[in-house]
């Protein structure tokens, strides 16, 4: 029994060192770079405005964008079970599911993925999710109920993370450039040679790699810090998930 103990100690220590130890890193890194972060707060809220003001003056965009919503909630399973979540009342299922598609799909899915394959275009992805939540919550469009302040103090929140994975974006990018003599990062590592051997095929000629600049190990540090960041990413979802699920659920006309 104390041996079941001691393991099972060692094992909660163990994990809770890991998940401190990757949180404080991820926080280390946007003290580093505090800069690109205010940057990409200015444009995502700049263009959470700018799908405001668009609805200002085309109102009926608001409800293709909410009717589109909704098709694609009801078109597929996870969805419907989100949806049956927050309409049966159930706070924790809703937060429960709400943080998973968050994290899984809102973050990971269609900011961090597309920036590792090309860069830049996951910082794209989050002004296109800015620019929507502006024309589907603009309060000005007819929908009295498009905005309360308690789902401002949501989009607050959950902003946060999908700023901080297109921070990462921009990690991948400045390192992808630096290989061109733009800028130099720390670990850009080994830049391929367009006249190494290894890029020629048998006749002499330059393959199509040898056109292709390539620092893996600039890549591959820019990549331990996106994925690093995914400690505070991870955390504030899970603190806005609950608070989603909740707001959605009782505080559906605001606090009064």
Not at 56 to 82: A, H
Request: charged share 20%; proline share 4%.
């Amino acid at each position: 029994m104390s041996n079941l103990y001691h393991n099972t100690s060692l094992l909660l220590q163990t994990t809770y060192n890991s998940i401190h130890r990757h949180y404080s890193t991820g926080i280390e890194i946007i003290r580093r770079n505090v800069r690109p972060f205010l940057i990409l707060q200015a444009g995502y809220w700049s263009l959470a405005l700018m799908g405001v003001a668009i609805t200002y003056r085309y109102p009926e965009i608001q409800q293709k964008v909410l009717d589109s919503t909704n098709k694609d909630l009801d078109r597929y399973q996870v969805g419907r079970w989100v949806k049956a979540a927050y309409d049966d009342g159930h706070v924790l299922k809703a937060a429960g599911w709400t943080f998973l598609i968050n994290l899984t799909i809102g973050s990971f899915g269609c900011i961090t993925l597309p920036s590792m394959i090309v860069p830049t275009s996951g910082i794209l992805m989050a002004g296109v999710r800015a620019m929507t939540w502006g024309l589907i919550f603009s309060p000005i469009a007819g929908k009295k109920d498009a905005l309360t302040l308690p789902h401002f103090i949501t989009m607050l929140i959950e902003a946060q993370p999908y700023i901080l994975a297109a921070l990462g974006d921009w990690f991948l990018t400045r390192r992808f450039i630096s290989q061109f003599g733009w800028t130099r990062v720390e670990g850009e590592g080994q830049i391929r040679s367009i006249d190494n051997e290894e890029n020629k095929d048998k006749k002499g000629k330059r393959t199509i790699w040898s056109w292709i600049p390539i620092s893996w190990s600039g890549y591959g540090q820019g990549l331990k810090d996106v994925l690093s960041l995914y400690g505070p990413i991870t955390g504030i979802l899970a603190i806005a998930a609950i608070w989603e699920g909740y707001e959605v659920i009782h505080f559906k006309k605001g606090f009064w």
